[in-house]
């Protein structure tokens, strides 16, 4: 049991370049989603999805897009990287309704530098 | 609006010390807190919530919903509690959201 994985690790871009960012779990979580963890700020919601078909907007969706064509991916797309977007990046998935439940788990993060 | 507020970036004390790291919120619907701890080169995790009422590695924290807070205590703190905190809120209805606050750096110096 892998958890959630996200690939890749490191990634340096030059402004206006595009690429996505993978996230995947084997735990069958219905909820997935990605934060973002910036010093000072915390992990700020981007994107979230609740299933396979469905993604919302979360606090900071401006610039990324995201898919979630099955249940094990979430992928996080950047189409015109920004310095802004520099960050450490972070997938975490749930297995949805119901108090008990709800705890979230984690991926190691991808680091992303845009220069 | 839906807010975590974490007012200290940096906690800084000696082993043995009593820790309290302060978690405030705003939301106007039935919360679900956290605290989820990210030690140096390990993922973020789960420390503990508040419906459960569980101690996890000797820190408690209690809902108290008069003054929207959901502070962290440990009684005598280690060295290995060094960590960054983060206060997480669950809005209701379960929607796999979680508004985080900034953090808190924990520092437990020998």
């Known amino acids: 049991n892998a958890g959630v994985t996200q690939t890749p690790k490191f990634q340096v871009l030059k402004t206006g370049q595009s690429m996505t960012l993978q996230c995947a779990q084997d735990m069958n979580h219905e909820y997935m989603s990605w934060y973002r963890q910036d010093p000072g700020m915390g992990l700020r919601l981007i994107h979230y999805s609740v299933g396979a078909g469905i993604t919302d907007q979360g606090e900071v969706p401006n610039g990324y897009n995201v898919s979630r064509s099955t249940t094990e991916d979430f992928p996080l797309r950047l189409l015109s990287a920004a310095p802004s977007q520099t960050s450490v990046y972070f997938c975490a998935s749930s297995y949805g309704p119901g108090l008990a439940d709800n705890e979230q788990f984690f991926g190691p993060g991808t680091r992303l530098t845009v220069l | 609006a839906q807010r975590v507020t974490q007012p200290e970036k940096l906690l800084s004390v000696f082993k043995g010390a009593p820790v309290e790291l302060k978690c405030n919120y705003s939301?106007?619907?039935?919360?679900?807190l956290f605290w989820y701890v990210q030690y140096s080169r390990q993922r973020l995790q789960l420390l503990l919530r508040?419906?459960s009422r569980e101690s996890i590695k000797g820190f408690t924290a209690d809902l108290n919903k008069g003054e929207t807070s959901f502070h962290l205590k440990k009684p005598f703190a280690q060295e290995e509690d060094s960590a960054m905190y983060y206060c997480a809120l669950s809005l209701s209805g379960n929607t796999g959201k979680l508004i985080f606050g900034q953090g808190t750096t924990l520092q437990v110096k020998p």
């Open positions: 508040h419906i």
């Open positions: 939301y106007s619907g039935s919360p679900e």
